[in-house]
């Protein structure tokens, strides 16, 4: 991508006719608070930030970093895992965090139109006296947004029974890089034409600025029960998950966590977890009062098939929030007791959960690093937590090729390299091992088509050709293992 010799002060002469002073941070130390993610291994500062109220000046902002041809960066919260909102040090950081309203909520049509600055739970709290939420929930839902949750096609622990962010949006406000408005998708059963709302879903930041979003909303089941359920054998719990969905049933959420992982949320949260168990499953089931009490059978038969230990039942709604606050504070409690770790999301088809959790740990001894594996089981979306101390020299890069080493098994096992947190800057090099030239091909097409100059959140998600070339990654595409001397699956 070419960038114009020297147009920061026009850029900055421009912004000011577009934006009041303080929307408009170029200082250094105004600017530290945005050179990272939640991936915080990788830092670059900004020219500037910009933070827009309106979407005509969104309009505006982008056309004249268009014109100008200076990089924009979409940024929402700041919460993703993968680096996507790593600003480019040429160009902007464009945040949506003043875009904050809850524009409309229909109880009739089941949906919401919201600003893309919202947080994912500010919806679900907005509509809870009436009897409703929005079922996609990361586990950052107290600070993510929905912008961000639409970029990156979010999942949650409900997402295994109510679908991603892709399936619960019906309708979103773009601007191109034109500066153009674009609806896409609406509220009826489908539309004709290409399917640019899932085109546009977990598309990084990479093809347009989310403005707006329409969610759906769904009805608060009439009952839930949480089952807890601990294993002495790692294997045992990821061949439960496995059999639990094989058997029709679709929990609303099935989650699963190593004793590393367990112990850390324990110390942190004071979940009622039972710390000497090597992995919990957790299920929850929901629907009417007579299903889940005839899943509850079913589900516990099928834990103690798989020779679960204690199968508990939480009592009440407190006892149900606390054990999911646990499994939704496993990332920050394992930040407890590691200096750093670097959260992979890859997913594999259900039934290699077993064998692939026994890699992981082959490859954490190979590597002399600990991991801790918290995880949407029922997805087969895992979440190894790789433990390293960035102060010892060395430590980071063998984390990353620990990490690319986890991501190159999922491929090989018929799984992908990411679940929900995106390829951002974190994952380019492992797109080398999910896809080949071909396919690359058409992600640059599609790129070129709507943002020729590649200005929109460039050198993210998808690698040059020349990158994999060089990594020498495409004749081992389909899954070979980063590093030959280790183990094979
Ligand atoms: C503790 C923790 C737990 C997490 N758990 C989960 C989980 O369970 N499931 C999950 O899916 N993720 C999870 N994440 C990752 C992260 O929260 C999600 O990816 C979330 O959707 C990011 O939202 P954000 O608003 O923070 O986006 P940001 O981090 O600001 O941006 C993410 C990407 O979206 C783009 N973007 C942001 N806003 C817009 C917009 N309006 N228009 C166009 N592009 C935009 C950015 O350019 C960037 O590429 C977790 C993160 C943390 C720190």
């Given at each position: 991508m070419k960038t114009s010799a020297a147009p920061h002060n026009l850029l900055f002469q421009q912004l000011a006719d577009i934006l009041p002073q303080d929307a408009i941070l170029t200082a250094k130390e105004d600017l530290h608070p945005y050179e990272c993610d939640g991936l915080t291994a990788y830092r670059h500062l900004p020219l500037a930030v910009v933070l827009p109220t309106t979407t005509e000046q969104v309009q505006l902002i982008v056309k004249t970093c268009s014109r100008l041809k200076i990089p924009v960066v979409a940024r929402g919260a700041g919460t993703g895992l993968s680096g996507g909102a790593l600003p480019h040090e040429g160009g902007i950081v464009l945040s949506l965090?003043?875009?904050?309203?809850?524009m409309e909520i229909d109880t009739v049509n089941l949906h919401a139109r919201v600003q893309p600055g919202v947080r994912n739970l500010a919806i679900s709290q907005a509509v809870d006296h009436l009897g409703l939420f929005y079922a996609p929930?990361?586990?950052?839902q107290i600070a993510c947004s929905i912008g961000g949750n639409v970029a990156e096609n979010s999942g949650g622990v409900h997402c295994l029974k109510y679908g991603l962010t892709v399936h619960n949006i019906l309708e979103i406000k773009v601007v191109t890089i034109d500066g153009e408005l674009l609806i896409i998708g609406n509220d009826r059963l489908d539309t004709p034409g290409y399917d640019l709302l899932a085109l546009m879903t977990g598309s990084e930041g990479m093809l347009g600025i989310v403005v707006e979003v329409l969610v759906k909303l769904t009805v608060k089941p009439e009952t839930v029960q949480v089952l807890m359920a601990d294993f002495a054998m790692v294997n045992d719990a990821g061949d439960a998950v496995a059999a639990i969905i094989s058997k029709g049933i679709i929990p609303a959420g099935l989650e699963m966590m190593d004793n590393p992982a367990l112990r850390a949320a324990e110390d942190f949260i004071h979940a009622g977890y039972p710390i000497d168990a090597n992995a919990i499953l957790l299920c929850e089931l929901d629907g009417t009062e007579d299903e889940v009490s005839e899943q509850v059978a079913r589900v516990s038969a099928i834990l103690k098939e798989y020779r679960a230990g204690t199968i508990h039942i939480a009592k009440t709604a407190a006892e149900r929030a606390r054990l999911w606050a646990g499994r939704k504070a496993a990332f920050p409690a394992v930040g407890r007791i590691s200096p750093d770790y670097y959260c992979m999301d890859g997913t594999i088809p259900r039934k290699h959960l077993a064998h692939v959790l026994q890699k992981i740990n082959d490859f954490s001894q190979t590597y002399a690093l600990g991991v801790a594996n918290v995880f949407h089981a029922g997805d087969g979306n895992l979440h190894p937590l790789i433990l390293y101390d960035a102060n010892r020299p060395g430590e980071l890069e063998k984390a990353e090729r620990f990490g690319a080493d986890i991501l190159a098994l999922c491929v090989k096992v018929g799984g992908s390299i990411t679940g929900e947190h995106g390829v951002g800057h974190e994952k380019l090099d492992s797109m080398c091992v999910q896809f080949g030239e071909a396919e690359l091909e058409v992600f640059h097409a599609v790129k070129r088509a709507f943002d020729p100059d590649e200005l929109l959140n460039p050198g993210k998600a998808v690698p040059t050709l020349h990158r994999c070339a060089e990594l020498g990654a495409m004749h081992v595409h389909h899954g070979q293992l980063s590093h030959p001397e280790l183990p094979r699956f």
């Open positions: 965090a003043r875009f904050k309203q809850i929930d990361p586990s950052s």
